[in-house]
């Protein structure tokens, strides 16, 4: 477990965290949403040893006591963590979190429990553990993580205290691989690009080394949609539809090959292309498509992204992306059709 102060990014999200222990206004139940990869888990830990700390220095963690020692191995009895097992989290587990919070803290004066991927709940599981919430023993705070809000009970939801967690900036993407990759700038620009804001992601790009094949793989797909009728589109979109996370990494590297193309439409810079490494594939594709068109893929794709956040099937998502930019796709775009 970390330090906060040794946490990328969020800083106005700690700093409430801190002055929530330092102050004395813990809630009993916190809800943290945001996209995957970019710290919301390294927060809530961070935050639990916080809590579970006796003598903790401006509302962080000492770091010397043996209940920090203990929260930092993740042995500390007070502590509980819940995770999917495998899959769901069930209502035996949620039952044997009630068990727990019912008896008195071993060690101090509160227990955290903090509940990864929450949004895995079982129905059956959800409601038991809304009992709970509602009636919260004392000293006890709940620390839920999610990424699909969405899928958790609206009444769960109401009664947690909800920090959103947005995606972090080139920068704070950067650091963390210079940081923790022990990558030097050059070899860390493209994956800080490539991962939409998640320090996650981009550690998992620096690790695979190769980024050429899964890109080329998305561009020539692209300039095959170009020219492909709505049948083929829908076979071409077979082969991104079976995770929705697949879906997601394709559909952010997929925004990153038209951004460059509108960039190479109206400044023709190649200093400010980030698939530079591609330029002759992009100088070509850039001769077929209008300004206009390239906005409107632009904001269908982002359409897209909004609906596998609301939890949409990733396969009809993907076919009817694919559709849209197909050939025909730009028949709905009857006024785009000039030399911009």
Excluded at 60 to 69: E, L, Q, W
Excluded at 233 to 246: H, P, S, V, W, Y
Aim: aromatic fraction near 6%; glycine fraction near 8%; charge should be positive.
């Amino acid at each position: 477990m970390k330090f906060f102060s040794e946490i990328i990014g969020h800083q106005k999200i700690i700093s409430l965290l801190r002055k929530s222990i330092t102050a004395g206004r813990v809630a009993h139940a916190y809800l943290f949403l945001g996209p995957a990869g970019v710290g919301k888990r390294t927060v809530a830990r961070t935050y639990a040893r916080a809590l579970l700390c006796p003598h903790p220095r401006d509302g962080d963690a000492c770091g010397d006591c043996r209940g920090c020692r203990q929260a930092a191995e993740g042995n500390h009895p007070d502590l509980l963590f819940v995770k999917p097992a495998p899959g769901t989290i069930k209502i035996d587990q949620v039952r044997e979190v009630q068990r727990r919070v019912a008896l008195t803290p071993y060690q101090g004066r509160r227990q955290v429990c903090l509940i990864e991927q929450a949004q895995t709940m079982t129905v059956e599981a959800a409601n038991c553990f809304l009992k709970t919430l509602e009636e919260p023993p004392a000293g006890i705070v709940f620390i839920l993580v999610s990424e699909q809000p969405y899928a958790l009970l609206p009444t769960v939801v109401s009664r947690c205290q909800q920090v959103f967690f947005h995606s972090l900036a080139p920068a704070e993407v950067m650091e963390g691989l210079l940081r923790l990759a022990g990558l030097d700038r050059e070899r860390a620009e493209l994956p800080a690009v490539l991962s939409g804001g998640s320090l996650g992601r981009a550690l998992a790009l620096a690790a695979e080394g190769n980024l050429t094949g899964p890109r080329e793989k998305v561009f020539t797909t692209a300039a095959a949609l170009a020219q492909a009728s709505p049948a083929q589109a829908c076979r071409l979109a077979q082969a991104f539809a079976g995770e929705r996370e697949e879906l997601q990494v394709f559909l952010e590297t997929l925004l990153l090959w038209y951004r460059d193309l509108l960039v190479w439409r109206l400044a023709g810079d190649e200093k400010m292309i980030v698939n530079r490494d591609f330029l002759p594939l992009l100088r070509r594709e850039a001769k077929n498509c209008t300004v206009f068109r390239i906005l409107d893929i632009i904001e269908k794709v982002e359409q897209a992204q909004k609906h596998l956040r609301a939890n949409a099937n990733p396969r009809l998502a993907a076919e009817v992306l694919f559709m849209q930019l197909g050939r025909r796709g730009e028949n709905a775009l009857p006024g785009y059709r000039g030399k911009v």
